[in-house]
């Protein structure tokens, strides 16, 4: 069974300032995709980024990128330029390709940024 | 639709009592989840549907739940003769197909159980 490990449970950072949240994962797929998930005080789930497992180069949008090392299960979310509105609970998830399409969601990590 | 639609957003309901969670998906979407997210918690997967067909229902905490898609358009997530420890945040996806695309999430279903 996929596990996803979010092991930074809150972290603050001052307003344009860069942060990164953590996510290591562990499975023995080889072909799978990895997501970051959004969660506002609204509570609705909102997606931020997706990175293909077959895909070498790192996925980007806009302030969001992500540090995708497959080889050492680890897909951590970069945010640049951080926002008051960036301030949410993140999620990681994983998700294999094929057969069940399920997300494994880790335990969150939530994100305050501070003015 | 524009995006996935749940309803109704909130249920407080009496221990015992049958409730029905309903799940519209985004239009054209073939396959649908169905998530439940404990307060401070990741969501866990609890079944989900290609079309009108539940692929996977290992999720389901017990036989008090289940979850049908007839039309292979909406969803009912029905909990039966509910209990306390239901009381959790129930969430819809859907994807355009199943095992290659990104779930697009509804705005969830909070059930209360007194």
């Known amino acids: 069974a996929q596990t996803v490990t979010q092991s930074q449970p809150e972290m603050s950072v001052q307003e344009a300032e860069t942060v990164t949240l953590s996510c290591t994962y562990d499975?023995?797929?080889?072909?799978?995709?990895l997501f970051w998930y959004k969660q506002p005080p609204s509570r609705q789930m909102i997606l931020v980024i997706r990175?293909?497992?077959?895909?070498?180069q790192n996925a980007t949008e806009n302030r969001f990128s992500v540090n995708f090392q497959k080889a050492a299960k680890s897909f951590s979310l970069k945010i640049s330029d951080s926002q008051l509105g960036d301030t949410a609970m993140y999620f990681c998830?994983?998700?294999?390709?094929?057969?069940?399409?399920?997300?494994?969601f880790g335990q969150g990590t939530r994100l305050t940024i501070n003015p | 639709g524009a995006g996935v639609s749940q309803s109704p957003r909130y249920k407080v309901t009496k221990r015992g009592q049958d409730v029905a969670l309903r799940c519209d998906p985004i239009?054209?979407?073939?396959?649908l989840y169905w998530y439940r997210q404990a307060l401070g918690q990741g969501p866990e997967f609890l079944t989900y549907?290609?079309?009108?067909?539940?692929?996977?229902k290992s999720g389901l905490p017990n036989d008090r739940f289940s979850a049908e898609r007839p039309e292979g358009s909406i969803s009912t997530l029905t909990i039966q003769r509910t209990e306390q420890r239901d009381s959790a945040m129930y969430r819809c996806?859907?994807?355009?197909?199943?095992?290659?695309?990104?779930?697009?999430f509804g705005p969830g279903t909070r059930l209360l159980v007194l």
């Open positions: 239009s054209g979407h073939v396959s």
């Open positions: 549907f290609n079309y009108e067909a539940q692929q996977d």
């Open positions: 998830a994983f998700m294999k390709h094929g057969g069940a399409q399920k997300l494994v």
């Open positions: 990175q293909e497992a077959y895909k070498q």
């Open positions: 996806a859907s994807s355009l197909a199943a095992g290659q695309e990104t779930q697009y």
């Open positions: 499975t023995s797929e080889n072909n799978y995709y």
